[in-house]
């Protein structure tokens, strides 16, 4: 809400300085977004007085004139027709500078010389007038400032939903007077009526009281549509508002004033004088004032008259009924509507507006009769015309104030504060909260929702709050609690550690991911956070992986995707499965710009839902491309491949403590190369604890996706804890004391036979003594024949309890062998 | 053999011995020549087997001749050998010289994401108060992002917050972590200290201070006697460890529908240190949370008895924070991931 300080001056005294109010209203909990210098930019324009127009010699449409702007005499050319000798006008002298950045400059027009300009209100910002020059009251200061006459300062107010009741001038200078205790000067709403009772103009009949609780109308004759006085259009423009009309301005500067839209018909348009507040029928249709036909659903609520519709209600005027340069005779609309219903019209419609804005927080039911009244009082004073003799009022009745009861003792218990109930009550007092003593037995209201809940207060213990009735969002204990504090002032809350009992302990869910992330980093990851949200083509290409049964406690990957509704775009439409289409972008992002190496990682989340509803689920993502090692002067550089991936993931394998690793050849994987990729499962079968699949992109998919690289590596694994795992101690033993004995073998297997086969085999036969294993070659060529592999195996074997004897191992050596030979496998020695 | 001929051939030996010592150009040469004159067989050894033929009062002497000899010999073969190995030892490291002032073997390094990062030092701070993580989902339904927060259906609040809302009648993309309140409160009975940290979603174009997905730390604590009082002081305790010990800030009025009364979090500039500056919109201040004392609605939704138990909650939006700490401008760059942004995080 933007606020010009000089006109909220006409309902409050305003005495400090502009910063210093800003300060005040915002610690008020009306928080000034900004102090806006209005008029600022109005540099050297000062006031004229036209001492001669005549014709420009050269040119019809211009004029000569001599403006004297104090001492001063110029010659400058203009093009308006409205201006004649005597006027005081606003004068750029070259070197201004008007709105929007415009120069005057001394200018030749059609050879004559022009020291300046003459503006127009819309040149200055000040009116919406572009047409004639703005003409200054008789009486301005010649040679006199512009900015020091009309500048002002403008706040911009951030009122908050709750409080519809502020958004207006008078609302601010009530929270103005709560600040500084100045009272409020409410607008002069008196009437001067005509001779004609209203009766005999205008009826109003509401079908749904409960849509429209209420409808003033009043009608004003025989106006004169046009300008609004330079003042009023000057404070629109400054609050906003472009001015339209003196008829339509009166209704925004009501708007403005008290919060309370306003709706003017042109009474002609009005059939019989009857208006007729109901819902639409299906199919009926409407112009609206935007100049678009509309039709109008059944919920929506009109404003008719026997003929058809007028408005949409709250909302929109229709075109038809706008008040125009040969309306005669106006028809005031000041009602209540539903909140909600005016919500969802404005929504659906996709008109949402001052008005609707203000009638969707709710309105206070008095303002429907002081707006109409303040308004009627506007137009006969600025077009003129006879205001009919009172008001059509479909709910006269006005509701009483509300009582609020709370209890003082419960006020300082939530705020930590020890305020007597009497310093209470004139904090309260200070926002127009009167208070009473409660009887006992009072309830006093704690929540309204789930349902109503209140409690009996004890003897003595509470007060009624006396509720204005602006104050719509005052109606439990805890709302007054809250004008307690923020009239006392937040800055008097005292700050304390707290005190109280402490909760028992709880693991951090957040710890596993933390380790994975540290470890990951220190071998050279960088970490990325992506959007959830991506374009379907990317879900359809990469989700979600599911690759069998997921550790205990994480979630499996499944289920259809999930679409928002209302998108911002396509490209962040859907929610992810998979976390690999993410991380290549953030690839080809990167190697787009010149990268040549990218090596990232992301602990994110992929979404589903399924019969069971929806579905969450967190996983380890990583992508390498380019360089693993970049060439350095002694060392050659290394390309990211298949097994840079997997080290990794036997990495975060070790680092919680998985124990066999297991790598599935996948041929079928779409997307993955059909040689290159496999599945990864880390831990017993029975309780895994990372599984996942790792593999080199298909060349076809780096070309789809236009990646500038030869090669990409992607894992996506469930890791065991990752949901909310904490990384269980190390368990710790001492050093070996036996020596360990070591035996290399250099098993020959055919070509097709995964080396993972090998040494399960050689695993297996080993038994316990074995524990380590490490393939060390893998050599094909002379002498081998061809189609056949030699895989050299670094064997150690270790007891715990006594050094092994030779004969020992080479018992276990046979069996080895043994077991290798049944394979059909053989030794090369 | 006389004694005199035989202490003559020993000079000999020892004189000869040494100028071939003294000729060696290395160590092998060198232990060879030591082994030729004292080993088991060599020369010295020859010419000792001469003294069994002298006089045995000439035995003494011509032994002691001899040892002297020995002494002398080793003496010198020792000397050279010292010689030799420095000189030896000298050309290998001449040799071995390598151009120090080229750069290092580069180490990889990866990175953390400051936005895990931040979350990370916020829950560090909190944590120091007793305060845990806890976690909830992303797709929430109407009634737990809005309805249970004290935001019915057609709200004018709703408005503080665009929602997206996905094709699961009845969901939406939670817009704040605020219905991890309710979670946590069916969760834990007081005293309850909570921080829950996570992903949030609105319709919200993209600029340099807004996107359609952030990350907020919601917090959360509630038992009998927690009051407006400790949410300052907390706040005071978590701005100072964000932002400097002596970082003045301010409390103010805000609005929530699901606290009451609610409040605004401002901290000094740390751009201009309060004079005024674009960064803060020249009021000298810049907002870092939204807090509030929870609604009594809420606390029913909860499960809880708003007449026994009262507590506060607070909100922040995750980057705006990491924005503070590292003088960044604009929050688009956290989720562009373009790496010569996020390496700079070592």
Redesign the interface.
Known sequence: MRVPLSWLRDYVEVELEADRLAERL????M?V???ERWGADWRSVVVGELLEVRPHPNADRLSLTRVTVGGETLDIVCGATNIAAGQRVPVALPGAMLPGGRAIERTEKMGVVSNGMLCSGDELGLTSDAEGILILPADTPVGAGLMDLYGDVVLDVDV?????DALCLVGLAREVGAATGAPLRFPDCTVDEGSDPIDALLAVEVEDPALCSRFVGRHVSGVAVGPSPDLVQMRLMAAGMRPVSNVVDASNYVMLELGKPIHTFDAAAVTDGRIIVRLAHPGERLETLDHVDRELTGDTLLIADPAGPLAIAGVMGGASSEVSGVTRDVVIESAIFD??SI??TAFRYALRSEAS?RF??GQEDRLARLGADRTARLIVEWAGGTAAIGRIDTAPDEPTQARVAFRPSRVD?????SLRSDEQQALLARVGIATEPAPAGTLVP?????EP?S?TAGEGEALLAVVPTWRRDIS?E??L??EV??VRG??L??????D????S??P???AMR?AV??A??????????????VAPAADDRFGPLDDGPVPPGEAPARGQR???????SRE?SV?RRSLVGSLLD?VG??LR?G?SN???FEIG?G?G?DEAG?R?WWRLGLALAGAA??A????EGRAFDLDDAKGLLELIGRSIGAGRTAYAPLHDARDLHPGRSARIRLGESTAPTLVGRVGELHPDAIEALGLRTDRVIVAEVAVSGLT?GVPRPVVALPPPRYPAVERDLAIVVPEATPAGEVMETVGAAAGPLLVGQRLFDIYRGAPLAAGDKSLAVHLEFRSAERTLTEDEVETIVAGILASLGQRGWSIRT | MDRSELTARLDALRDATMAEAAEATDVATLEAVGVEVLGKKGRLTEVLRGIGALAPEDRPVVGAAANAVREAIEAALDERRGELRSAELETRLAAEAVDVTAPGRPVARGSLHPVGETMRAIAEVFGRFGFTVFESPEVEDDVRNFQMLNIPPDHPARDLWDTLYVDEPGYLLRTHTSPGQIEVMHRERPPIRALLPGRCFRYEAVDASHGFEFFQVEGLMVDEGTTLADLKGLLDEFAHAMFGADRPTRFRPGYYPFTEPSVAFDVECVVCDGVGCPACSRSGWMTILGAGMVHPVVLRYGGLDPELYQGFAFGMGVERIANLRHAVGDLRLYLENDLRFLEQFR
């Open positions: 915002t610690l008020l909990g928080e977004k900004a102090v908050k939903p709750n409080r519809g909140p909600v919500r969802r804005l969707e927080k218990r939530l705020l930590g504060a704690i929540a309204s929702s789930p809940l409690v439990v805890a709302d609690a809250e504090a923020r937040y800055e809350v005292p700050s304390l550690t707290p109280t009992a402490m909760p302990y709880l951090d869910p957040l933390h992330r540290e990951l980093a220190g071998a050279g990851l960088t970490e990325v956070v992506t959007h959830a949200l999930i679409t928002v509704t209302n998108p911002l962040h929610l953030v992002t990167n710009h990268r990218v090596a990232v989340k979404y839902r929806i969450e090692r970049p350095f002067w002694a060392d909310e």
